[in-house]
């Protein structure tokens, strides 16, 4: 597979999103998120899906340069409206804006409405966490048919409904806990099927209802379905954040009725806490250190290496990708430069930018 350094993948995004119509500063809040999904070694929230935005573009289903628009304010908590922008700019925003009225009351509670793909949710957390906050993620997924099989269901009723939560340490993020609350993501199982290789075991079932490995039944027509993750118990998370997200933030859910324009629009709810309204940032940082060092000193499973906690293996993976690069399996790295002809930059400016 072709391997590409941060910067050259950095810069071709910035180069579509600009194409496509984005201010230089959206362009490089889009271009960071992305990339370090890649970083992290989540390439289902990376660059890949450069090809998804260029198409919602033309289509109308993703709108540049829209902000953060602040539809309520009242006291510790804060409505905002995203108008189909890009979540790289309105999830940086809202977050901007919640941590800020969390200093001043030690918490606060962000509902963001209407925004395009928040991307990977771990990195609003993780924003949230470097400015020296807790954070607790809720998300659901509209503008498009379901995805996602609720337990015990046959058929698709909902989205892949992230749940993600984090807590600050000394030096960045304590922990991140980013997860799917369908087995895998379906930007995981487009990677799989651009890459020809079978799905995790139990993940996906085919539009029959009938269980499969074969990622192509996500994009296909009749569509398979993702399989909530242990079963009822990632269902009923799944359900909560439809309605914590989708409903009680006054935005849609994925009931049909619903208009879709085919394209990733999100809700989220967001609550940042300041250590410092409870017990301290210190206090946790001293229990919370300790509790890991606990945790990693279990004795592994056989075959297991070592016990690691939410966040490590992004760390590390975030360092090699640094040191030895990128990997762009050659399907999704083929549908990134047709997505960057489609908006409109020229041949010329891709093969330098690449080189």
């Not at 929230?45 to 628009?69: C, D, F, I």
């Not at 984090?166 to 990677?191: H, N, Q, W």
Request: with cysteine; charged share 20%.
């Amino acid at each position: 597979m072709p391997i590409f350094a941060r910067d050259t993948l950095h810069a071709l995004i910035r180069a579509v999103c600009t194409a496509g119509g984005s201010a230089e500063r959206e362009a490089d809040l889009v271009a960071d998120q992305l990339v370090e999904a890649n970083l992290t070694g989540h390439d289902s929230h990376g660059v890949g899906l450069l090809p998804m935005y260029v198409q919602s573009l033309a289509k109308g289903a993703l709108v540049p340069n829209r902000h953060a628009e602040l539809v309520h304010d009242q006291a510790a908590v804060l409505v905002v409206e995203g108008q189909r922008g890009y979540g790289q700019v309105i999830g940086h925003e809202a977050m901007e804006l919640g941590t800020a009225r969390a200093h001043e009351h030690g918490i606060a509670v962000l509902a963001i409405r209407n925004s395009f793909h928040l991307g990977r949710i771990g990195h609003w957390a993780e924003q949230c966490a470097a400015r020296g906050f807790a954070s607790i993620h809720f998300v659901n997924g509209i503008d498009h048919p379901p995805i996602h099989a609720p337990f015990g269901s046959a058929e698709a009723r909902l989205s892949t409904n992230p749940f993600c939560a984090a807590l600050p340490g000394r030096d960045g993020p304590m922990v991140v806990l980013d997860m799917a609350t369908s087995k895998i993501a379906v930007g995981k199982a487009r990677v799989a099927a651009n890459r020809g290789v079978p799905a995790p075991e139990g993940s996906l079932l085919d539009a029959d209802g009938r269980p499969t490995r074969n990622a192509a039944v996500m994009f296909q027509e009749p569509k398979g379905a993702l399989v909530a993750m242990g079963e009822h118990k990632g269902s009923g998370l799944a359900i909560i954040c439809e309605l914590m997200a989708g409903a009680l933030t006054g935005g849609w859910t994925t009931r049909p009725e619903h208009p879709m324009a085919g394209g990733i629009v999100n809700n989220m709810l967001s609550v940042v806490i300041d250590p410092d309204a409870l017990g301290g940032r210190e206090r946790l940082w001293h229990e919370g250190g300790a509790l890991i060092s606990y945790l990693k000193s279990a004795r592994p499973l056989a075959g297991v290496a070592e016990v690691l906690v939410p966040g490590e293996p992004e760390q590390r993976r975030r360092r090699q990708r640094l040191a030895e690069g990128i990997e762009v399996d050659e399907r999704s790295w083929a549908d990134i430069l047709a997505a960057a002809r489609t908006a409109g930059v020229p041949a010329a400016e891709v093969e330098a930018l690449i080189a």
